[in-house]
């Protein structure tokens, strides 16, 4: 079972950039499709970006094209997700997350392992 850690939240000004690191822990990240999430207070959890086992292709709400940016590094086992132009909007608790099962190539399937977030707020 894989252990899924995110840092790098904090309280940022409207306009930034912020990057979220997952660390993972237990089980080695080569060879799994991961994503990140966020639940802002009062909101359903989200689908932020998505990044296939094999690194090639990502995934991202339209609303956030453009915005965010989603990479691994296997050799060190952690996930990111790079942030700039940052609004109030953005303020959520963020959420890394892995499959159980290798080459998953699909999109649409729920991720199996989670992280306990990391708070990211925005100022205006």
């Known amino acids: 079972q894989v252990q899924l850690r995110e840092s790098g939240g904090g309280l940022m000004q409207a306009g930034g950039s912020l990057r979220l690191s997952c660390a993972a822990s237990?089980?080695?990240?080569?060879?799994?499709?991961m994503g990140w999430f966020r639940q802002a207070p009062g909101k359903e959890r989200e689908f932020v970006a998505g990044?296939?086992?094999?690194?090639?292709?990502?995934k991202y709400p339209d609303s956030m094209k453009g915005r965010l940016t989603i990479s691994r590094d296997n050799a060190k086992n952690t996930m990111y997700l790079q942030m700039n132009s940052l609004t109030p909007e953005d303020t959520a608790v963020y959420y890394c997350a892995s499959d159980k099962e290798k080459y998953n190539g699909g999109w649409n399937t729920e991720y199996d392992y989670w992280g306990q977030g990391t708070q990211v707020t925005v100022s205006s």
């Open positions: 990044i296939s086992w094999s690194g090639v292709f990502t």
């Open positions: 237990g089980r080695t990240i080569t060879g799994y499709r």
